[in-house]
């Protein structure tokens, strides 16, 4: 087995690295993380998600260890230590060590894991084909632009769309739909790409923002404000993007068929452009191993 694990400095594989049970991560689930896709042994918006590991981290108080040149340079190197060449990076970083109180002790040296795993790519393709999905009230915190660790509600509603035969969880606030459980929410509604503004109700990802400048790119008008669910059912297409599925077709919602049941024309679009821009980026054609 290859080193797959940094840890606080160190190289390990991944059955040899340990985290002490008094870190607050653990503990309060006190920390951050970020998800990077890698293609062909290259990442993809490196540095577009060590900016957002570098915001998130600050909105807790962390302050990173490392500076983001020296992070970059530790997951480029992890990287090429595990052998990897298509899959993700999961980072974390949490307060650090301390004596379980709630308040932040002083001078704790926050702990920073990184580790490379390959990809379940069958279950990607599958669900860029187009997914169903169900809906559930939004009940998280008020501050999910942070990416924190606390996904405590996020998991159950996945399960629970699992559970029922759906492929993701799709959260509604009284202020409209938000977001997903894992992911970020499109529709085209006459002739418009409206999804949710950015804000404290959505974690802004690094795929919605790419999907955002290739609409652009497309002349397909953006309109950002929070659809309404009964708006969903009668959308001409829906899609949701994130890290690792990229772009998915939404085919139904609650069970309910969305417009013919197939992946619409400006979804099937968008998902052949970012695929273009991952090529663009690392020179990785998508369907080649």
């Known amino acids: ?84 060449k298509t899959g993700k990076l999961y980072m974390q970083v949490t307060r650090g060590i301390a004596p379980r109180i709630h308040e932040f002790p002083e001078g704790i040296i926050p702990t920073v894991m990184m580790k490379v795993d390959g990809f379940d790519e069958a279950g990607i393709a599958f669900s860029k084909k187009g997914i169903g999905v169900m809906t559930f009230p939004d009940e998280r915190w008020a501050h999910c632009d942070i990416k924190s660790l606390n996904l405590l509600y996020n998991v159950i509603s996945k399960q629970k769309a699992r559970s029922n035969g759906a492929y993701e969880a799709v959260f509604v606030h009284e202020v409209g739909v938000t977001e997903c459980a894992s992911s970020n929410i499109f529709a085209i509604m006459g002739g418009k790409l409206v999804t949710p503004p950015e804000g404290k109700r959505i974690l802004s990802g690094i795929t919605r923002d790419t999907v955002l400048k290739l609409a652009e790119d497309a002349g397909i008008p953006c309109e950002m404000r929070y659809p309404q669910k009964d708006e969903l059912f009668k959308a001409d297409e829906v899609f949701i993007s994130n890290t690792a599925q990229e772009v998915s077709p939404v085919l139904s919602i609650d069970g309910k068929t969305i417009a013919d049941g197939k992946p619409g024309e400006a979804t099937l679009k968008l998902q052949k452009m970012f695929e273009d821009e991952i090529e663009k980026e690392t020179n990785f054609v998508i369907g080649e191993s």
Do not use: Q, W
């Open 1 to 84: 087995m290859n080193e797959n694990v940094f840890l606080n400095g160190e190289y390990y594989r991944g059955d040899e690295a340990k985290i002490s049970v008094d870190d607050r991560g653990f503990l309060f689930g006190d920390g951050v993380y970020e998800v990077i896709r890698c293609y062909g042994g290259n990442y993809f918006k490196l540095d577009e998600h060590l900016a957002r590991l570098e915001r998130s981290a600050g909105k807790i108080y962390i302050t990173l260890p490392y500076s983001r040149d020296e992070i970059r340079d530790i997951c480029l190197r992890l990287l090429a230590k595990s052998g990897v």
